[in-house]
């Protein structure tokens, strides 16, 4: 009699005779003894199987790691996450005693990543993202960005306004695993030209762009009379909406009474809580002069009525409103010089990035020809009223995500996310629940609630491994940096996009090599 051994039962490979219990018993239990060592055996053997940099494996297990889940629960672990093809399939709670002693029972893999010591957290979530191939013209490429979000932990990307076919297609690709990038959501620009000028229009112009496969719609200024159509029109193709709200007839009251999905950056708020309805501009106030309309921005949070304020609050909330404040790429405006000498610049600005920030009111954002400290004391105010807002608007129930918008205004694809959490921070909102902005909040917004943000069983495997506490120092998403006074810090380990490991140390000195041959080509 032969017999298949597994980790769990016997398989008789020929028919069998009849033995005597007791033999058999003996027989048995040797097997079971034999079947343990070879379990052990697995065990070592995995230990010494790292992942593969891009390479999914059929089984991967990350072993002893503390768990931030993205709920906004405590840390828990050593525990044990096991991810088949793309899916977290199982969490195992390890006593850390039996792996003292030897006698723990261990998942088997065909690699295997040590996170002992280490966290884990759900991949991020950038709420505002542009793909962005060039700058003022001039070739960027895709690697830089692509590399720097995986880096820095970003697994997923909402893309609110780009070159939509392209975009497209890179979603295609993301989703094969045919590029090293983050998974994509793609909300094209509703009005590109030409504008639709009523309501029929505007609803042909929902279903076109339904048409060419988009997740969702990305609105400006919107006058009334066409943006409850668009809204409504946006529901029935099931298309969600984000909105970067301005100085229009549209306001955060008119989005919570049309159903808008996410309210971005902050105009719209305060200006619907203002006395009078409008902004105290100067009598030669010109909207299309970007240096002049940030200057006056910095002034608008104090002109809002308290108390109507909190009235615009409860108002997006019960409409179902998310609020995506993307509070790190107006920071310039209350700290020039922290913006110009951010200490990453050097390894990680890319040429192309360094000249588009530089002030030239020919590129959108580059508006600070000029600025003064009377305009950053402004803004700091601004920003003191804001912070305020945002943890009211959480703390009446409202849905806070998380996004950077970089690419624009000093800010670095990935490092810009990552100063947009600690920007949470700042406003107040302990860790955990920062950490959920960004990951659990930030798939609800997207409507992907049951596939991302959470280290759950069945969810996809979107995840991050840092070598050290983000609930403790949020810096630990940065890369590690020898001469930092704080210490050289932790660094993500690895980033995994749909089941896939990549070595974010390996992707960020590859970042590295490319600015410095881009550099070293614009100085010729």
């Known amino acids: ?24 018993a003996t027989v048995v239990a040797s097997a079971m003894v034999s079947t343990s060592a070879l379990l052990v055996a697995a ?45 977290i399939t199982q969490i195992v709670g390890i006593d850390p005693a039996a792996i003292r002693n030897g006698t723990a029972r261990r998942p088997a893999a065909d690699v295997e990543i040590d996170a002992s010591g ?76 030409p504008v639709p000028r009523n309501e029929v229009e505007a609803r042909q112009r929902v279903r076109d762009l339904k048409t060419q496969g988009v997740d969702g719609l ?24 984000a909105h970067h709200m301005a100085v229009d007839e549209t306001n955060a009251l008119d989005a919570a009474a049309n159903g808008l999905t996410s309210l971005e950056h902050w105009y719209g708020v305060p200006d619907a809580a203002i006395p009078d309805g409008v902004q105290q ?51 310039a405006s209350r700290d ?12 990680y600005l890319h040429p192309t990035l ?27 105010e601004n920003y003191r009223i804001w912070f305020g807002a945002v943890r009211d608007f959480e703390r009446l129930g409202g849905v806070v995500g998380a996004g950077e918008d970089a690419g624009f205004i000093y800010q670095v694809y990935g490092f810009g996310l990552i100063r947009e959490l600690e920007l949470h921070q700042e406003a107040g909102f302990p860790t955990l629940k920062v950490l959920q902005h960004a990951t659990a909040n930030n798939a609800l917004i997207l409507g992907q609630q049951e596939n991302l943000g959470r280290v759950r069983p069945g969810y996809l495997a979107d995840l991050v491994v840092l070598n050290g506490n983000p609930l403790e120092d949020l810096k630990v998403f940065y890369p590690p ?22 070595d974010a140390q390996r992707l960020l000195r590859e970042v590295r090599e490319l600015v410095s041959t881009a550099k070293r080509g614009s100085s010729r």
């Open 481 to 502: 940096r020898a001469d930092a006074a704080a210490g050289p810090g932790g660094g993500v380990a690895w980033t995994i996009k749909d089941g896939i490991p990549y």
């Open 1 to 24: 009699m032969a017999f298949s051994l597994t980790t769990s039962c016997f398989v008789a490979r020929s028919a069998p005779r009849r033995v005597p219990r007791a033999i058999l």
């Open 336 to 347: 020039l010089q922290r913006a110009e000498t951010q200490p990453w610049y050097a390894q």
């Open 43 to 87: 065990d070592v053997l995995a230990a010494q199987t790292a992942p593969t940099h891009g390479v999914r494996p059929r089984r991967l297990v990350i072993r002893g790691a503390i768990v931030v889940e993205g709920n906004g629960t405590p840390a828990e672990g050593p525990k044990d996450i096991i991810i088949e093809g793309n899916r």
């Open 218 to 241: 990305k609105l400006f200024g919107m006058d009334k009379d066409v943006y409850g159509p668009v809204l409504d029109e946006a529901k029935k193709q099931g298309l969600r909406v």
């Open 281 to 331: 501009f100067p009598s030669n106030f010109n909207y299309a002069d970007e240096g002049m309309r940030f200057r006056l921005a910095g002034r608008l949070w104090r002109e809002a009525e308290p108390a109507r304020l909190q009235e615009v609050l409860k108002a997006m909330v019960k409409g179902g409103v998310a609020w995506n404040p993307t509070l790190d790429i107006y920071e």
């Open 118 to 193: 280490k966290y884990v957290v759900p991949g991020l979530i950038n709420l505002h993202g542009h793909v962005q191939d060039e700058r003022a013209g001039q070739a960027q490429p895709l690697e830089y960005q692509f590399k720097l979000w995986l880096g820095m932990g970003v697994t997923t990307v909402r893309d609110v306004s780009s070159e939509t076919p392209k975009t497209l297609q890179l979603r295609a690709r993301s989703l094969a695993g045919e590029v090293m990038a983050p998974r994509f959501y793609v909300y094209a620009r509703y009005a590109y030209m």
């Open 354 to 380: 360094e000249k588009y920030f530089k002030p030239d009111l020919s590129n959108h954002g580059s508006y600070f020809a000029n600025w003064s400290s009377t305009d950053e004391a402004f803004w700091k």
